[in-house]
């Protein structure tokens, strides 16, 4: 009986430092809290031992953490450790659009005691300043500015830089460091998307027609150049040509051979002139 009960006390006692074993993975913090207090003791990676049975240990990921919000279709191909639907919001000029974007970020391993003790694990903190905030400024940003500028570009990226500068101190008030703001996609009503897509074809018809006419008056100009250097030409030799300069030609095309006939006129008479 003393053998079994020894035994029986080996396993309590192996038991008991077992509970108290941890082992924290790379890029990972760990908060030790007792009795849900939290103690201020963060575990690094590797292992450590806590109080069995009196404390516990919150996990932070301190490697890059990605929220992103797309449709059901496109959420099912997504690798992002949390996922959402799109921020539907209006346009300056009253345009509806659905906004699919990205959020990249970490929990600042210095301020994980400070995240444990005001917000609570990854989860909450992912839901309460993640999420709300980004939500917020994604569909309030957007109405600064027109759906022509969202819908070409230009305007989504000043968007997402608005986004990130809003984000950057309330992340980091809130114990994270805020890597990357992407936004995806803003998608537009179909009408509207049609109508845009009317109006490019319009502006291209509008440039080929330019085009044209740009080419026919380069034409014309060809033409009148062309005619005015021929008239130039003309009036040059007008000028030039004079009795001695049609002798020099004629004596320069003069083969030495004289005419075999003279006479003609009205009487249209011709004479052979004898060798």
Known sequence: MKGVGFGLGVILAAIVVLSGFRTVGSGEVAVVTRFGQVTGRVLSPGASIILPFLERTLYYNTK?????????????LSTADYKDIPVDTNTEDGQPVDISYTIRFSVDPTKATWVAQNIGPEEALVEKIVKTESRVWIRNVPRGHS?????????????????????????????????????????????????IKAK????????????????????????????EGQAREQELQRLTINDALLRKLWIEKWDGKLPTYVGGGDNSTLLQIPN
């Open 147 to 195: 759906a022509e500028q969202l819908y070409t570009g230009e305007g989504s990226l000043r968007v997402q830089e608005a986004i990130y500068d809003k984000l950057k101190p309330i992340f980091e008030a809130n114990g994270l460091i805020l890597d990357m703001v992407g936004i995806r996609e803003i998608a537009f009503d179909k009408t509207y998307v049609d109508a």
């Open 64 to 76: 890059k953490i990605n929220y992103e919000t797309a449709p059901d279709d496109k959420s099912i």
């Open 200 to 227: 490019q074809v319009e502006l291209v018809k509008i440039e080929l027609e330019k085009n044209k006419a740009a080419q026919e008056e380069f034409r014309k100009q060809q033409r009148i150049t062309a005619a």
